[in-house]
């Protein structure tokens, strides 16, 4: 055993000594190490983490995000499902619209380097409706059907005694007129309270007061016009067409009965001129109107437009039997300059043209008839 073991480890310098000197007196087995405080992968080789912008946090509409990454080359990848991102999710290429509450998660990867942390963002769209209200009262005294208009619409019938609310609310600020459109028979219905503008609350004073009738009396509709300059056609009602050509009284055709509503309104405008009607709304109280004013100036554009071009906003009519004369936008079919929608609300508005209703675009809830825009969409 003794001499055994001197002969192993004679066999084993041996060995060493012909290693040696086969790679010229160095050690032929090294191991690598690593410098103090280098590692297999150095962190100067990952890429920088992806950002957003905007930062995350809460927003009142639609927000387009953008992602970038300090490290130059970079593809980023992204999710939206709350899944970890990875090359095989979507490729960044364009900025993401976020319309709804969305957490997104992003990865940026580069070849040579190690993948970027992942980040994080969550969106959160909180979208805030306007504020609407309604307008009622109480009706006293029927005995019959009266039917109530708010703003001369959103009709609203009556059978009997007790408290009433129209189906359409009103944004804060605007204006409410409540009218009667249909007398009950042998009744005369009259309205107190019945005009004003919405104030941070539901409006519940309006009263309208029915007794019998003490005559079958009917009374006319009328006023003045001033500053007319070519042909205007008036409506009460949405009816009774009455046609001016110059400066004067006027009296709509048809008498109306006592109790009822009258809406007096441009159904057409004349030739480069706008007509505006005050004192238009109302209810007949035993005695004819009398005071309707139309006022008509002259508009700022009024070009022959066989001579020279029509300013922006402006159109030839495309009536071929029409006075060639320059007119607004307004009314030939397509979304022009500021109108809501296709010829409704806007500037339009101003010019006779209806506001838009409810399920057409609106920049503002000007544009609507409703006087509701949400999300750009009349309500």
Avoid at 61 to 88: C, E, H, M
Avoid at 111 to 130: L, Q, R, V
Avoid at 282 to 293: F, L, Q, R
């Amino acid at each position: 055993m003794k001499r055994f073991s001197v002969g192993a480890l004679a066999l084993s310098a041996l060995v060493t000594v012909l290693l040696a000197t086969a790679c010229g007196g160095k050690n032929p087995i090294q191991t690598p190490t690593l410098q103090a405080g280098a590692t297999a992968s150095s962190s100067r080789n990952r890429v920088a983490t992806p950002t957003f912008d905007p930062v995350a946090g809460t927003y009142s509409s639609a927000v387009s995000v953008t992602l970038s990454d300090a490290t130059n080359g970079v593809a980023i990848y992204y999710t939206t499902d709350r899944t970890t991102p990875s090359k095989a999710s979507t490729l960044y290429t364009r900025p993401i619209t976020v319309s709804s509450t969305t957490t997104i998660e992003a990865v940026a990867t580069k070849n040579g380097f190690s993948d970027s942390a992942i980040a994080s963002a969550t969106y959160t769209i909180s979208s805030t409706s306007p504020t609407t209200y309604t307008v009622g009262g109480s009706i006293t005294g029927l005995s019959g059907t009266v039917v109530l208009q708010d703003n001369g619409g959103d009709n609203l019938t009556a059978t009997a005694d007790g408290t009433f609310t129209f189906a359409t609310p009103l944004a804060d600020g605007s204006g409410y007129s409540v009218t009667v459109s249909t007398q009950p028979s042998g009744q005369t219905c009259t309205v107190a309270n019945g005009s004003g503008t919405i104030a941070g609350a539901n409006v519940t004073n309006v009263g309208v007061s029915c007794s019998a009738s003490s005559s079958t009396a009917t009374y006319t509709v009328g006023g003045s016009i001033t500053g007319l300059s070519g042909t205007v056609v008036l409506q009460d009602n949405g009816g009774d067409n009455l046609t001016a050509t110059a400066d004067g009284t006027f009296t709509f055709a048809t008498p109306l009965a006592d109790g009822s509503g009258y809406s007096v309104t441009v159904s057409t405008q004349p030739i480069c001129q706008t007509c505006t009607v005050a004192n238009g709304t109302g209810t007949i109280a035993d005695a004819n109107v009398t005071n309707v004013a139309v006022s008509c100036t002259d508009t700022t554009v009024c070009i022959n437009c066989m001579a020279q071009e029509c300013p922006s906003g402006y159109i030839c009519p495309l009536d071929p039997m029409a006075p060639p004369y320059c007119v607004s936008s307004c009314g030939d079919g397509l979304w022009n300059s500021d109108e809501g929608d296709v010829d409704c609300g806007g500037s339009c508005v101003y010019e006779g043209f209806p506001r838009c209703v409810s399920g057409q675009h609106c920049w503002t809830s000007w544009d609507c008839a409703s006087g509701v825009c949400l999300a750009h969409v009349c309500q």
